[in-house]
Nanobody, 126 residues
Framework: QLQLVESGGGLVQPGGSLRLSCAASGVTLDDYAVGWFRQAPGKERETISCISSSEGRTYYADSVKGRFTISRDNAKNTVYLQMNSLKPEDTGIYYC???????????????????WGQGTQVTVSS
């Protein structure tokens, strides 16, 4: 069974950087599309970034484009989210999720995507 574990969150000042990791076990993660999602207080879950299984397609929400980068390290069976120039509005719980259907990951439907991690807290504050 596919298991996903997020790590790398924490407290950072505005303008700082963090790198989130989504480590998989049980399957080869490069067979799946992977997305990062954010749950901010009082807001709906938002799709932040996605990466396809093999074609190199990526997606970024307008709010993070140019600041965040999603990438894979297949040797480590891990997907990363490099977050630079962080803003207070980036605060939230970040989840990674995986599914064989890239379009489904783009949608971020919580009941339709097959696999979700437990989340990692990111707090951007001075």
């Amino acid at each position: 069974q596919l298991q996903l574990v997020e790590s790398g969150g924490g407290l950072v000042q505005p303008g700082g950087s963090l790198r989130l990791s989504c480590a998989a076990s049980g399957v080869t993660l490069d067979d799946y599309a992977v997305g990062w999602f954010r749950q901010a207080p009082g807001k709906e879950r938002e799709t932040i970034s996605c990466i396809s299984s093999s074609e190199g397609r990526t997606y970024y929400a307008d709010s993070v484009k140019g600041r965040f980068t999603i990438s894979r390290d297949n040797a480590k069976n891990t997907v990363y989210l490099q977050m630079n120039s962080l803003k207070p509005e980036d605060t939230g719980i970040y989840y990674c999720a995986a599914d064989s259907d890239y379009e489904l990951v783009l949608l971020g439907a919580p009941t339709l995507i097959d696999y979700w991690g437990q989340g990692t807290q990111v707090t951007v504050s001075s």
